[in-house]
């Protein structure tokens, strides 16, 4: 007689929705993943991606065993081995390290899975007490967040369950069709209930398309285009004076800045048209002054330049200006994760450090791990443990990472899934769990639930939990401190349970029976200001900015690499280029489930037809994509969805599934953002020709 139970998870994966998951289990085998319709969010909806995760789950080169490697580093030839001799090793290989300097050891993480057990628990509290190097863990966010956190006081925005009843809503830098698909569905009820959507991106994206309006500025001009607003918005008088009198800090300076930025001179720096710029700041400000909502979704992709900090800095002042935030569908949303009281030093454990290590800028690996011992630098990196992430595929500056993992003298573990990109340079590979087969906990960035994970099915093979991995290295290393032995569930248990003003009535047993639980957040969370500033105020002025050494006012700051920064960098790779998500991929998650690579075909590049046309380019031609730092090849497809001047390749493949073993992060920088100290990955500078063979 067959066994049938639903067992309620959630999605693990970096991207907003969070979404709750029922897996139906028959006789221990996962059948089906689908969405829990009773979610407020999620809807009973789930992405092409996640609904296929036991294709994901039982996929045929799962790892489920560890290996140690036998070829060079790079040639992916392993042998398989016992869980006892991978420990063994690696535990070996790290006490000689540590003694001589355990800053040397570095871990190399980041949201492979977004949950709080299985992503930074137990891994930092055995890197804590074993005094390895910190890793600033910058990738994605960190720019962003801090522009936000200058201007609003912490991640906290419109509820995503309000953005229905929005009037208006600006899609800014962003493609939710492809990677925030519940808030595409949220905005669409909107539109058919009288909304108007705008998008704003260099691409023509999947969303851009079905918005009624397209503004195709340049990349990394974002932050000019919110000073260009506020000029029009100032100058036309479509402000909420009360808003800024009682809740605001620094509109007079605000005014006299923004004074610079007329319509003429944001529509030249922002490649776009002049009516474009000011008939945006009238329908924005126009609605919200006849009391309408209106809402800004800005997503990461307006950060990932030099100046990304101030880019969302600036546009987050713009709900202030014309007191968007009075509605609870007015606002702004970039992440909703600063509501959650998330108990970070119970799970992490900083206490257990014993002196401060140095901290490592995961964006600058391919620098870093090819970097000598110096005075400062401190000792060079002796070893990597890697889990939660690909390095060899999503850093940037791909050649340096590439190198510096192929070094031999440097001792490398994965936990992993399936052999990536990084598994191939690995000196022992250990199997890990999937979402499926462990024990979670999660808090999201794209709503206001925290979540639950169950496991569904026993772990295949001999696949082990990241928790459990770093429970037995502690074991082995010898670390007698009594929070080793946390299960799973003790660790769960502590996720939300910090004691502050933002703690909430939290029950990890009950958590775990419904699988989610909401915040108890006001649905419109600066209707009367209240911002977690030191000013209690929207600071269009931060002396905290001004005290971090940095421009407290909002400013632009061009790219990197563009005319106006490099302009002979500029006559030699004329084309800008960004590599946003591709449909079926997150980030290099998915990518070796054939379905979906199928569905996405091979690497290609979006080249618009006057850019193609000059360097005798046709549809369908292979391409080299190169600058100084490298090249990849791709398909061109021409369209005239890349703005002239743009070029676009949808990412993040694995370099080994590609015809050339590369992919596009070959040709993107170390640089830091201004702020944050974040990847700069859309601050890129091309030249596109024919591949020759």
């Known amino acids: 007689m067959t066994s049938t139970q639903v067992v309620r998870a959630t999605c693990p994966h970096d991207c907003p929705d969070t979404c709750a998951l029922l897996v139906t289990v028959e006789d221990g085998v996962a059948t089906a993943v689908k969405g829990d319709p009773d979610h407020p969010t999620t809807a009973g909806v789930l992405c092409t991606k996640v609904s296929r995760y036991t294709e994901r789950t039982y996929h045929d080169e799962r790892l489920l065993y560890p290996l140690r490697r036998v070829g060079k580093k790079g ?3 392993f042998e398989r081995i016992s869980w006892d001799e991978a ?16 800053q040397a050891i570095l871990p190399y993480s980041y949201c492979g899975t977004m949950g709080l057990v299985q992503g930074e628990s137990m891994s930092a509290r055995f890197f804590h007490q074993l005094g390895a190097s910190l890793l600033d863990r910058t990738i994605c966010a960190t720019a962003g967040f801090t522009g936000y956190k200058y201007t609003i006081g912490a991640t906290i925005g419109t509820d995503l369950e309000q953005f229905q009843n929005a009037k208006l809503i600006l899609i800014w830098g962003g493609n939710p069709i492809a990677s ?6 949220r905005a669409q009820e909107a539109k058919r209930r009288g909304a108007k959507l705008i998008a704003i991106d260099p ?3 999947l969303t851009a398309e079905k918005c009624h309006q397209h503004i195709a500025l340049l990349p990394g001009t974002d932050a000019a285009l919110a000073l260009g607003l506020m000029h029009v918005l100032i100058a036309e008088d479509l402000l909420d004076h009360d808003y800024i009198a009682n809740y605001t800090v620094g509109f007079e300076q605000l005014k006299q800045r923004v004074a610079e930025w007329t319509p003429e001179r944001t529509a030249e720096t922002c490649g776009i048209t002049v009516a474009e710029v000011v008939e945006l700041a009238r329908l924005y400000g126009g609605m919200a002054k006849a009391g309408e909502p209106v809402a800004i979704r800005t997503n990461y992709g307006v950060q990932r330049v030099h100046g990304g900090g101030m880019a969302v800095r600036n546009l987050t002042c713009l709900p202030a200006l014309v007191g968007a935030w009075r509605h609870a569908a007015g606002g702004v949303q970039l992440s909703a994760s600063g509501g959650f009281p998330t108990n970070k030093p119970a799970l992490q454990r900083p206490d257990l450090l014993s002196k401060q290590p140095r901290t490592i800028n995961m964006t600058t690996i391919g620098d870093d791990l090819l970097r000598p011992a110096s005075a400062e630098f401190g000792p060079a990196v002796e070893a990597v443990i890697v ?3 690909n390095p060899l595929a999503i850093a940037p500056d791909s050649s340096k990472v590439m190198a510096g993992f192929a070094r031999e003298d440097l001792f490398t573990v994965v936990l992993e899934h399936f052999q990536t990109d990084t598994v191939d340079y690995a000196d022992i590979v250990l199997p890990a769990t999937t979402q499926l087969e462990h024990i979670d906990a999660h808090s999201a960035y794209g709503h206001l639930y925290m979540m639950a994970n169950n496991a569904a099915i026993a772990p295949l093979g001999e696949a082990k939990p990241n928790t459990e991995v770093f429970r037995l290295l502690a074991a082995r290393m010898g670390f007698s401190d009594p929070c080793f032995q946390d299960s799973d569930d003790e660790l769960a248990a502590m996720a939300f349970n910090r004691q502050d003003a933002r703690a909430i009535h939290f029950d990890w047993d009950a958590l775990k029976q419904k699988g989610w639980q909401k915040l108890n957040m006001p649905d419109a969370p600066f209707a009367e200001g209240g911002f977690p500033t030191p000013s209690g105020k929207c600071e269009f002025y931060s ?4 005290a971090d050494g940095l421009d407290p006012l909002p400013a632009y700051i061009a790219p990197y690499e563009s005319v106006a920064s490099n302009p002979e960098l500029a006559k030699r790779y004329p084309l800008a280029m960004i590599s946003p998500p591709a449909r079926n991929f997150l980030n290099s998650t998915f990518v070796n489930v054939k379905s979906l690579r199928s569905a996405e075909g091979e690497p290609h590049l979006d080249i618009h037809p ?3 046309a000059a360097r005798g380019i046709s549809d369908g031609d292979m391409v080299r994509i190169f600058n100084d730092r490298g090249s990849f090849i791709a398909k061109a497809r021409v369209t005239d969805k890349a703005r002239a001047g743009l070029v676009v390749g949808l990412s993040v493949w694995w370099k080994k599934l590609a015809r050339d073993g590369k992919n596009a992060n070959e040709v993107t920088s170390q640089r830091l953002t201004d702020m944050g100290r974040a990847p700069t990955f859309y601050d890129t ?4 020709e024919r591949a020759t063979s």
């Open 203 to 205: 691409y023509r994206s």
């Open 685 to 688: 500078l091309v030249e596109v």
């Open 180 to 185: 925030n698909l519940h808030f595409w569905t």
């Open 610 to 612: 006057d850019d193609s």
């Open 87 to 102: 420990l063994d090793t690696i535990a070996s290989r790290l006490g000689s390290i540590a003694a001589r300097d355990p």
């Open 75 to 77: 040639e992916g030839k």
């Open 543 to 546: 002396a905290s900015m001004a």
């Open 387 to 389: 889990y939660n992430a």
